[in-house]
């Protein structure tokens, strides 16, 4: 009972508490370490929801009790009673955790999948109608378009799509900048990393953990676009060329991570931030994860203690 109260108070505390913990963290500087305290924090959340899973359906005593129950000997000297009382109430409640949340995610993921794979089939006959595969094999398609537009396009074989529009107000090295910035989605994976979000928020809306996941992994996936892009190009340039397509956005038609988002604003100021200031940025943002990492031990010993005291105070 000690370790379920444990594993509970972190899970609730990771879900209520570290959205707005890690939405205060400036990611600008990391956005590869920021994708990963979001992700980690939705992984730790989901396994703590497992292991008070586990936990409940373990025979006896679940590894790890004893030692919390050796340290805590007031709370172990009634979990017996506490135990009793909810036998019969645990294998139900186990069953119930387990399959109404693996089915309602199940559901979400496969619709999730279906509808993509629907979207990119009906994508990609309109592009091999409308579009022209660029001839040097670089996984470029060429729209004829006015309008400045580059996108990339996730799954087997992924590309990028460009317009003849962007072509035409780029300098040669703002379109390499450009470039960069589509295959970097694609190296990156980042289309499924913001589909986990979806899916799980969609699954799970009334997690507030999961309801804020979609919207910071989708702008962090952007300044990590931008990151690879600079660095192998020129900050400079892509900066300048997020300025001459954004001059065109009132006509962009809106596109699945599109070159212009919300966020630009702040992916301008990141691409014209310093070196130093960006490197002041990532140490501030690491020591901000730290304490956001401690969380879920923290509000595993407050359970753990008000627990304790509240099975004191009954026995004296």
């Given at each position: 009972m000690i370790l379920i109260t444990a594993l509970l108070a972190a899970g609730l505390a990771l879900a209520v508490f570290a959205p707005a913990a890690l939405r205060r963290i400036d990611f600008a500087a990391a956005p590869v370490a920021g994708m990963g305290a979001w992700l980690g924090a939705v992984a730790a959340m989901i396994g703590c929801g497992g292991l008070v899973l586990i936990a409940l359906a373990w025979p006896g005593d679940p590894p790890g009790e004893f030692f919390a129950g050796s340290v805590l000997g007031c709370l172990g000297a009634i979990e017996p009673v506490i135990v009793t009382w909810t036998a019969s109430l645990i294998m139900p409640v186990v069953a119930l955790g387990v399959?109404?949340?693996?089915?309602?995610?199940?559901?979400?993921?496969?619709?999730?999948?279906?509808?993509?794979?629907?979207?990119?089939?009906?994508?990609?006959?309109?592009?091999?109608?409308l579009g022209r595969v660029d001839p040097s094999g670089s996984k470029l398609v060429w729209l004829d378009h006015p309008v400045p537009l580059a996108y990339s396009v996730a799954g087997r074989g992924g590309y990028v799509v460009v317009?003849?529009?962007?072509?035409?107000?780029?300098?040669?090295?703002?379109?390499?900048?450009?470039?960069?910035?589509?295959?970097?989605?694609?190296?990156?994976?980042?289309?499924?990393?913001?589909?986990?979000?979806?899916?799980?928020?969609?699954?799970?809306?009334?997690?507030?953990?999961?309801?804020?996941?979609?919207?910071?992994?989708?702008?962090?996936?952007?300044?990590?676009a931008d990151r690879a892009a600079a660095t192998a190009t020129d900050p400079q340039a892509l900066s300048s060329a997020l300025h001459t397509v954004a001059a065109h956005g009132a006509t962009t038609p809106a596109a699945p991570l599109g070159l212009i988002d919300e966020s630009l604003a702040m992916r301008l100021e990141c691409l014209s931030a310093t070196p130093d200031s960006r490197t002041a940025s990532r140490r501030t943002a690491a020591a901000l994860v730290f304490a956001t990492m401690l969380l879920a031990p923290a509000a595993s010993a407050l359970a753990v203690g008000l627990s304790a005291a509240v099975a004191w105070l009954s026995m004296v």
């Open positions: 399959t109404v949340p693996t089915g309602q995610l199940a559901r979400i993921a496969v619709g999730h999948r279906g509808r993509g794979a629907t979207l990119r089939r009906r994508h990609n006959e309109l592009v091999e109608v317009t003849d529009g962007l072509a035409r107000c780029l300098t040669d090295a703002q379109w390499r900048a450009v470039l960069a910035h589509e295959h970097a989605h694609l190296r990156g994976f980042h289309h499924h990393i913001v589909g986990v979000g979806q899916i799980l928020a969609r699954a799970f809306p009334w997690i507030p953990l999961f309801a804020a996941a979609p919207t910071a992994l989708a702008t962090l996936v952007e300044l990590a």
